[in-house]
């Protein structure tokens, strides 16, 4: 049965561009890069200091030539995944500071404070620093 979430994907136009963008932008650490042939690689990325066996990895995924057509069309339109933080305040300030294109916030919600940032492709992402939630 399944038992968690292992890994979830990123259509990507380069997998070197978008390897060094989310770890020098996000600070996520690089861990696999491994070629399979026909220019196709399997790269993974985590949060730092997590532990492998308990995340769930973010997938980098280059289409190839066949797929480029469809897979490319949705760049920048696929993802709405949510990060958390201890400080998003904080956090939005590193992320701007390194450049990073900060859409919304950080606002305070009823589930805790949260910002919107953008990828180098227009993909959407959500950091909440999480509060608890009476009721």
Known sequence: ???KLAHVCIVVRDYDEAIQWYTEKLGLELRSDHPFGNGYRWVTLGV???TMKQDTEIVLYQPGPREEDSRMSRLGQVS???F???NCQRDVEVLRSRGV???DGPSELPWGIQAMFE???GNTFVMVET???KG
């Open 80 to 82: 709405k995944w949510v």
């Open 101 to 103: 294109n900060v859409v």
């Open 48 to 50: 730092n200091g997590g």
């Open 131 to 133: 509060k608890e939630m």
């Open 119 to 121: 990828d180098l492709y």
């Open 1 to 3: 049965m399944l038992n």
């Open 84 to 86: 958390g933080t201890d």
